[in-house]
């Protein structure tokens, strides 16, 4: 019974986790703009020193730490690689719902860097850059907060159900 608490509850803190980064980065790749390093062209202005790390710690809490996360719940009772009776419903609802949270937030992280009190004042920048990301990644997530509700919906009407 620890084992799947601890799995449950480690499960879904990474699955927070990586919302929670990837809208924290989105935001600081958002106020840094456009920069560059290297090439063979001239840099307006260079990349500040952390911006690849950033880049990277984005990349992996949208397509690794989550689905760490939806696995150990998919897998809490049974073990590795074998999914739980009921197990993978489980993981479907939270994969379900870190796509809705992970768009909408990285969107408003966006939405509030670009046009925010904290907009960078980067000469030529309107911000316009920083609005198609908000509006595509809200766009995104709508449709995820849309299946999960007709998902919910058609659960609760299943015959032999308590409403539990």
């Given amino acids: ?7 449950t509850v480690l499960g879904i803190a990474l699955v927070a986790g990586s919302v929670t980064v990837a809208s924290l980065g989105i935001y600081d790749l958002v106020q840094i703009g ?35 996360g939806i696995y150990l719940i998919a897998t809490r009772v049974h073990g590795l690689g074998k999914a739980a009776p009921g197990g993978t419903g489980m993981a479907a609802t939270i994969g379900g719902l ?14 509030v860097a670009g046009d925010g009190p904290a907009a960078p004042d980067v000469p030529g920048d309107n ?7 908000a509006g595509t990644f809200l766009l995104m997530g709508a449709p995820a907060l849309l299946a999960m509700c007709v998902g919910l919906a058609r659960g609760a009407r299943r015959p032999g159900r308590t409403g539990r």
């Fill in 1 to 7: 019974m620890a084992r799947y608490w601890i799995r």
């Fill in 34 to 68: 456009t920069c560059s390093d290297g090439g063979p062209y001239v840099n307006v202005r260079p990349c500040p020193g952390d911006t690849a790390l950033e880049a990277m710690a984005l990349v992996l809490s949208i397509f690794v730490v989550p689905f760490a």
């Fill in 127 to 133: 911000g316009s850059g920083a609005r198609w990301v």
């Fill in 98 to 111: 870190w796509f809705f949270l992970l768009f909408t937030c990285m969107g408003a992280a966006a939405l």
